[in-house]
Nanobody, 126 residues
Framework: QVRLAESGGGSVQTGGSLRLSCTVF????????MGWFRQAPGKEREGVAA??????SYADSVKGRFTISRDNVKATLYLQMNSLNPEDTAMYYC?????????????????????WGQGTQVTVSS
């Protein structure tokens, strides 16, 4: 079955950058919708960004600062995060939808995704 594993989290100062990676173990579908979510303590899990063959989508809170990309050869999903601030502190999760589905308009909803990684912690201090 498909398994996802995130890496690249850590602790940075305000204004710093991090690049998260999500390695996919199992069959890689070039066209499937994949996304990044984050969840801070006491808050709901929120969609950060998503990508499929048609393009990318971003939450308003990260637009212009984060960039999602995928490498179909390496079967890896990335999230480049720049200009980080304390509000970005959260556990970040990689997610994948079914093999036949595009992201559509539901990309920011966790229920649209079938597979999840275990998460990688991002902490931004002021």
């Amino acid at each position: 079955q498909v398994r996802l594993a995130e890496s690249g989290g850590g602790s940075v100062q305000t204004g710093g950058s991090l690049r998260l990676s999500c390695t996919v173990f199992g069959y890689w579908y070039n066209s499937r919708c994949m996304g990044w979510f984050r969840q801070a303590p006491g808050k709901e899990r929120e969609g950060v960004a998503a990508i499929d063959s048609g393009g990318t989508s971003y939450a308003d809170s990260v637009k212009g600062r984060f960039t999602i990309s995928r490498d179909n050869v390496k079967a890896t999903l990335y999230l480049q995060m720049n200009s980080l601030n304390p509000e970005d502190t959260a556990m970040y999760y990689c997610a994948a939808a079914g093999p036949a589905g595009s992201c559509g308009t539901m990309w920011s909803f966790p229920r649209a995704f079938d597979y999840w990684g275990q998460g990688t912690q991002v902490t931004v201090s002021s």
